[in-house]
């Protein structure tokens, strides 16, 4: 069965630092997704993406966020100069789509994403 | 925006009884509500999916109904078993609060046997 792909499973780094969190989303889905959440907290949107630009974000997804899909299949989340509050679970989801939103979200195991 | 709000908060129940898990949403104008499981630290998997036109859908067990007017989901669990522990998310996918899933908090399920 196609599944949501990311990598790394868990990642440690320092504040200030830069991290890319990356996504291979299910092949021929069109719309793709970030969330996040936060130890005991609510998972929460942050982005989406269709047609190789933003669709959606929210407030949680300021200039130190950004995506891009880069060669067609990877989809990636960099967060620049992580701070202490970054520190979250990172989910990737992707749709089918084509307009029809009556369609299933796929999400992937997700990233640890622990900064110290 | 699109509140979601999951009732229990947390669950314990011996084995064998039948469940019910609650979710009510502000915004009735959505395009379809997805029930997750989410195992401790784990991701999401996608149990049932129901569209906007549907008022019930069913895997197995797994019954979860939609009534949009009144904002309400309900999933049923049926003859619980202890690898039903998990916590059971309800997500509908906006339509005037955009086009994505918005989360409740959770029901945390947990079966003894």
């Known amino acids: 069965e196609p599944e949501v792909t990311q990598t790394p499973s868990h990642q440690v780094t320092q504040m200030g630092q830069e991290v890319i969190l990356r996504c291979v989303p299910i092949?021929?889905?069109?719309?793709f997704y970030w969330y996040r959440q936060i130890l005991g907290q609510k998972v929460e949107f942050l982005v989406s993406?269709?047609?190789?630009?933003?669709?959606?974000k929210s407030e949680i997804f300021d200039d130190q966020f950004s995506v891009e899909r880069p060669d067609g299949s990877n989809f990636t989340l960099k967060i620049r100069s992580t701070k202490l509050e970054d520190s979250a679970m990172y989910f990737c989801a992707s749709v089918a789509g084509q307009g029809d939103w009556n369609t299933e979200a796929f999400f992937g195991q997700g990233t640890r994403l622990t900064v110290v | 925006k699109q509140e979601v709000t999951q009732i229990p908060a947390a669950l314990s129940v011996p084995e064998g009884e039948n469940l019910v898990l609650n979710c009510s949403f502000t915004d009735s104008a959505i395009y379809n509500l997805q029930w997750f499981r989410q195992d401790p630290g784990k991701g999401l998997t996608s149990l049932l999916l129901?569209?906007?036109?549907?008022r019930e859908q069913t895997s197995g067990r797994l019954n979860a109904s939609l009534d949009k007017s009144s904002g309400r989901s309900t999933l049923y669990i049926a003859a619980s078993q202890p690898g039903d522990s998990a916590t059971y998310l309800c997500?509908?996918?906006?339509?005037?609060?955009?086009?994505?899933?918005?989360f409740g908090g959770g029901t945390r399920l947990m079966v003894k046997p």
């Open positions: 997500a509908p996918w906006g339509n005037n609060a955009g086009n994505m899933l918005t």
């Open positions: 129901i569209q906007s036109s549907q």
């Open positions: 993406f269709y047609n190789n630009e933003i669709s959606e």
């Open positions: 092949s021929n889905h069109l719309y």
